[in-house]
């Protein structure tokens, strides 16, 4: 479940079934879509959905108003994990099983770039706060920076000795967290790739 961005809608993903936009004064539901999905988030305008499709390895844009279907299907070729829109709306982010993340155009829903490629699953991908970077978490220790323009590696890997189980930008983007099974967070600088301080033990 998630809140549109002036609050007064929410959209609802069931185990099974069709994710629907509700009404938050009155209640009532507004569009129900049309298609099974595992996540959706709303853009940052709150005109538009994004949906994940586990079954189908595909994410889908939507109307937030109507419910219909923009553009085509964004097709990978194993379940698609995590998808979000970038801060001005333009590009949508996706994480997949099949080792790839991927940035696209939300009007035609085209590829922007060659597949972000990884050595593990990916599943989780988010871009900072102001589009120029993305974090992909594949399954395993490693997190990565990309040219979110380019679609290029923008360091080196940001590695643990353990699986990685989030990853989250500063406000102003210079500064990653992520947070691990090795019972450590560590703060990266995303300039460079490197370590700002000693890994914060629990």
Do not use: Y
């Not at 994410?59 to 994990?81: N, Y």
């Not at 594949?138 to 323009?149: Q, S, Y």
């Amino acid at each position: 479940v998630q809140f549109s961005p002036d609050g007064r809608r929410a959209v609802t993903v069931p185990i099974s079934g069709a994710a629907r936009i509700w009404d938050l004064q009155t209640g009532q539901v507004l569009a129900e879509l049309r298609r099974d999905a595992s996540s959706a988030r709303f853009s940052p305008d709150g005109t538009r959905l994004v949906t994940t499709g586990s079954i189908d390895n595909t994410a889908r844009i939507w109307d937030a108003k109507t419910g219909q279907q923009l553009g085509d299907d964004l097709k990978h070729s194993a379940a698609v994990m995590d998808a979000e829109f970038s801060a001005d709306g333009k590009r949508v982010v996706t994480a997949s099983l099949d080792r790839t993340a991927r940035i696209w155009d939300t009007r035609p829903g085209q590829a922007l770039s060659a597949p972000l490629r990884h050595s593990g699953q990916v599943r989780w991908a988010h871009f900072c706060p102001d589009g120029t970077l993305i974090v992909t978490v594949e399954t395993g220790t490693v997190a990565r920076l990309w040219n979110a323009r380019t679609g290029q590696a923008a360091t080196e890997p940001l590695r643990h000795s353990a699986i990685i189980n989030s990853a989250e930008f500063s406000p102003d983007g210079q500064r990653l967290v992520t947070g691990s099974d090795d019972s450590t967070a560590r703060v990266w600088d995303t300039r460079t790739g490197q370590p700002l301080c000693e890994p914060l033990q629990h």
